[in-house]
């Protein structure tokens, strides 16, 4: 009786819930986004009848490319200064003491259990023109009295980093720490300098760490939303501010749909080129 | 072997660099100026003020009662997921079944907001504390389904080999053998599924409608158009209690010695 239908009808018992609920509340409205790119809006803020191409063609308007490509650039941006700052400090934690790694850990995750929307703020404070950090600068001349440190792309890269460091530092010290560091004893012993080690055996020996921590800064980062909305001003605007500008300003869901498909498309990209590119005893744990 | 100390210091100075703004929010929601520019003196007068705001209450209510179901049944759909995808490893059913419990992970929140006001807008539901609650529901599925598979990952399949052998049905081996010993998994999938619910802003202001306000869209307001140290000490007191409920939780879930 083993794989007979009795086990066939538990297997539809235990996955059916999940599977409905899930279909019902995420695969249809996923595909019902591609679907609405396709409709034109109404008067109404509602869908209007027939199909159209215009908000495809829309996508191709020049202030739309330049979102696109400041979305794109502050992803990366936010991707590399999070790697360059998480691969030492996963080194940090795979190398010292069990006691100072927990204490560490715990450091590097608490940030994680306060609200976002707090962090963000806590930033525009910090970022305000009378708030601590540009009085500082001012004051050792390193920036004008009159310029601004809120509203620029910086600022949302700044936060950026702020917020997805800790999923940068946890998957690269989980690699570091399974990493055999006898490996550098060796490279150093035959003559490398310590940065050669570094570069030429530490980095490829947690390339599967480094290779998911890229996935969760770059795919959150592409949409993001409320870190542009609240310190990037118009200069700082990325492709989630645009949806959610049409949504709620100017309540065009069609249009709404077609940038979303855009992004849909760039978060799946990133994902795919792992899955082809990478072995699959490479891959992260996660694919 | 003498090694760099570079990292070392990167790594106290990225631990500077995430607990500098928290403890300046803090330090200003005790500072009596307006504008956090400078110390005023020690106040608690913006605590006394957040009394006075009642939006902010009803709120915090709605992200309760909202959290409060999306946790219940989150973590009934998510263990009975985690059950199948573990019990039924490898089948054709499974690996979309997979597939579909971990996108949720990995799609920007942006899009799940935006797909579900797609599908609420085109089939006329009307927007409220409803629709937040389902949206809720879809995303912590994913996160439950994923604690307790971790869970079952470690479990020894024998244990439930034997209840069978035994003669007991799916149903009062999963109640007496497999419940008991997954609870900590379900409790961890539950904790987090609360947490994610009452933290959630993004999916939950595509899907809210005229008065169901929960604490994070009002946060949000907040700091849109209303008053910097009113948000400095509702943020302290949220700190708080995360904090607290952290610890409590872990002196509960830690092995005891």
New interface residues.
Partial sequence: MKAGPR?RG??????G???L???L??????L??FV?AFRPSNPFG??GAGWTLDNIRRLTDPAMLAVARRTLEISLATTLICLV?AV??G???A?VSAKWRNF?LM??I??F??????????????L?P???IKQVLAFLGLVPAGASLLYRPEAVVLVSV?TF??FT?LPIYAAAEKFDFRLM?AA?DLGAR?FLAFRKVFLPGIRRGLITAV?FVF??A?????IPD?VGGPGGEMI?NK??QR?FVDRN?PL??AL?VV??LS?LAP?ISVLLLQPKGERPE?L | MKRSRLPIWITVGALIFFYLPILILVLNSFNASRFGTGWQGFSLKWYAQLLHEPEIWLAARNSFLVAFGATALSVVLGTAAAFALHRFAGSRLQRFHYALVYMPLVVPEILMGISLLMAFAATGVRLGLGTIFVAHVTFCVSFVAMTVLARLQDFDDAVVEAARDLGAGWGVTFRRIVLPMIAPGIAAGALLAFTLSIDDFVITFFVAGPGSTTLPIRIYSMIKFGSPPLINALSTILLFVTFTAVILSQRISSPRR
């Fill in positions: 086990k538990a297997e539809w018992l235990a996955s819930p999940s599977i609920w899930l279909g509340f995420f695969l249809v409205p996923t019902l986004v609405l509602g869908i700052l030492p400090v080194y940090t934690l190398r560490f450091l590097v608490i940030p259990w306060t609200n976002f929307l707090i962090r963000v703020f806590a930033w525009k404070t910090l305000h009378d708030g601590p702020y460091l800790p530092i004893e150093r310590p996935l795919i959150p592409l949409g993001s939303y409320v609240i989630g949806i959610a949504v869901l709404a749909s979303s992004l849909i978060v994902l996660i």
